[in-house]
C-alpha cells in the first residue's frame, strides 16, 4: 500500500468486529449511493487485509445429482429434470488425483461437494479419508455434504477437515419460498456443530431467486450476528439452470449483487468474503468491481459443482492486469512450490499483458 493511502486508512476510526447489527443499520448500508458504499467498504478491506491478495479454492463435486432435497436454484435435485447425470460417491484416489491436479493449477484450498440432505454413517469413513489424503497434500481441505450431526462434525474435525461450508442461502423469511425439505434452524444448528467441533465455518448465500433488498439484508445480518463470523463468506450469484423452477429468473442487477459483497465486507470485516457462483455472467469489469468492494477470494478452475466457472488462465490474466495475487496458504507446510507456480502464472500474464499494449501502441 503507499503511503499516501495508509495514512488515510489510519486516519479512519478503527472497525471492531460487531455481531449485534440492526436491521436498520444494514439496511441503512444497502440505501447508501454506489460510491460511498464501496468507498466504505474498501476501507474497511484495507484495515484486514491486503487488498491485493485474493484466496483462490477448486471446487469437487464427489457425489453428483439425485439429491432427495427440493432447493429451488439446484441442478442437483432429484425433483427436477435438468438432464444432469447422478454419479455415486467418488473413490477416494480418484479425489486425491484431481486434489493434486488443483495443486498443480495453483489452488490452495480443495473444497469437496456432496449432493447429499447429510452424510450417511457408510459413507463417512470414505470421507474422512478424503480429508486426509487432501491434508496429506498440504492443501487446506474443506467439505459440504449438507447436515452434520456433532458427531459427525467431531469425525471431520479428528480427520483434519479445515473448513466447512453450509450455506443458509437466504433470510430466514424467503427461505420458505427457496426450500421445504429442510428448515432455517435444521442449517442453523449444524452451523453450530461444526464451530463447536472447531471447524472453520464457511458460510453465505445466493443472490437474484427473486428475494427482495430487505431479504439480502436479513441473510447478511444472520450471518454477521452469528456468534463468531464465518471464516468465509460465499456470495453466490444465482446459475440460471433450465429445468430448475428458478431457471427463468430475472438476473440480478450487476450493481445489486456489487452492494451485496460491499455490505458483506462492512459487516463481518475479518472474514473472506467469497465472489462465489455466477462468475460466468461476470465480465472483468465486475470481477474487478467485486474485489474493489471487498471479495477475496474466489473458486478457480473451470467448473464449479455441476456448471462452468471461468478458466483458471483467465483469471490469473485478470489478476495479472489488476495488480492482484494469489494468497498463500494459511497451512505452514508445503508453501513452496504451488505459491512459486501461482506467482510466475500471475507474472508471465502480467508480462504478456505488457507485451500486448506494446506491441499496440
Ligand atoms: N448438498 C449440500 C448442501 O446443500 O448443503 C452441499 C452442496 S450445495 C450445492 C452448496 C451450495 O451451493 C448451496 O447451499 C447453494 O448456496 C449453492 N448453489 C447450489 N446451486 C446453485 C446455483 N444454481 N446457483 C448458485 N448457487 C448455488
Ligand atoms: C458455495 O457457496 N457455492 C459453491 C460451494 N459453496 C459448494 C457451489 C456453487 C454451485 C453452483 C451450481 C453448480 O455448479 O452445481
Ligand atoms: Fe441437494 Fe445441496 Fe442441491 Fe439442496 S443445494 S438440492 S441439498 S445438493
Known sequence: MNARLDAAVAAQPAQVTRHDWTRAEVEALFALPFNDLLFKAQTVH????????????????????????????????NRYDTGLEPEKLMEVQKVIEEAQRAKATGATRF?????????????????????????????????????????????????????????????????GE???????????????????????????????????VRDRAGLLLQLANLPQHPESVPINRLVRVEGTPLAAQENVDSFDFIRTIAVARILMPKSHVRLSAGRETMNEEMHALAYFAGANSIFYGEKLLTTPNPEANSDMALFGRLGIEPESREVEHCEDETDGRLFAEVERAQSDSLFYDAARA
Open 46 to 77: 484495507r484495515q484486514h487485509f491486503d487488498p491485493n491478495a485474493v484466496q483462490v479454492s477448486t471446487l469437487l463435486s464427489i457425489k453428483t445429482g439425485a439429491c432427495p432435497e427440493d432447493c429451488k436454484y439446484c441442478p442437483q435435485s
Open 178 to 212: 427457496i426450500i421445504t425439505t429442510r428448515t432455517y434452524g435444521d442449517r442453523l444448528e449444524t452451523l453450530d456443530h461444526v464451530r463447536g467441533a472447531g471447524i472453520k465455518v464457511c458460510s453465505g448465500g445466493i443472490v437474484g431467486m427473486g428475494e427482495s
Open 111 to 175: 473444497c469437496m461437494g456432496a449432493a447429499w440432505r447429510s452424510p450417511k454413517k457408510k459413507d463417512m469413513p470414505y470421507v474422512l479419508a478424503m480429508v486426509k489424503g487432501v491434508k496429506e497434500l498440504g492443501l487446506e481441505s474443506c467439505m459440504t455434504l449438507g447436515m452434520l450431526s456433532a458427531e459427525q462434525a467431531q469425525e471431520l474435525a479428528e480427520a483434519g477437515l479445515d473448513y466447512y461450508n453450509h450455506n443458509l442461502d437466504t433470510s430466514p423469511e424467503y427461505y
